[in-house]
């Protein structure tokens, strides 16, 4: 069959899709880390040091430096997540062992254990 129509380009969207945009927030509890605060005071000492007035608009200064705050900030909180992650892990698996270990023993020591390593988890838990 022949056409002689020429090419059509057709995007749908349908009504429900809703696109995830990427929010940053603060978190506050950064800001209490005295490593944080260490690293920002430096940041800004060496940026505002490297970025002099004089070079560029005091706006886009402003603006760049909120820019390098952020990435700082977002590179802490991320250490500090993989960081809880880990500990998240290793401590379920240590769950895991030790409800083994327990069930076949039923000893004591092992119940201490396993319920501190629970309070431990669920504190951890609570921080995130």
Aim: aromatic fraction near 4%; hydrophobic fraction near 40%; include cysteine.
């Amino acid at each position: 069959m022949w056409s002689d129509h020429a090419p059509l380009t057709i995007q749908l969207t349908s009504p429900l899709h809703k696109p995830k945009t990427m929010t940053w927030r603060l978190h506050e509890n950064l800001l209490s880390n005295p490593q944080v605060a260490q690293d920002i005071q430096q940041a800004l000492t060496n940026y505002f040091a490297e970025n002099l007035p004089q070079d560029t608009s005091p706006l886009l200064t402003w603006e760049a430096h909120k820019c390098v705050i952020r990435g700082i900030l977002i590179s802490h909180s991320s250490a500090l997540k993989k960081a809880q992650e880990h500990t998240i892990r290793e401590l379920t698996a240590k769950i895991g062992t030790l409800t083994q270990a327990h069930k076949r023993t039923l000893d004591d020591t092992l119940l201490r254990e396993l319920t501190a390593a629970r309070e431990e988890l669920a504190r951890v838990l609570r921080q995130s």
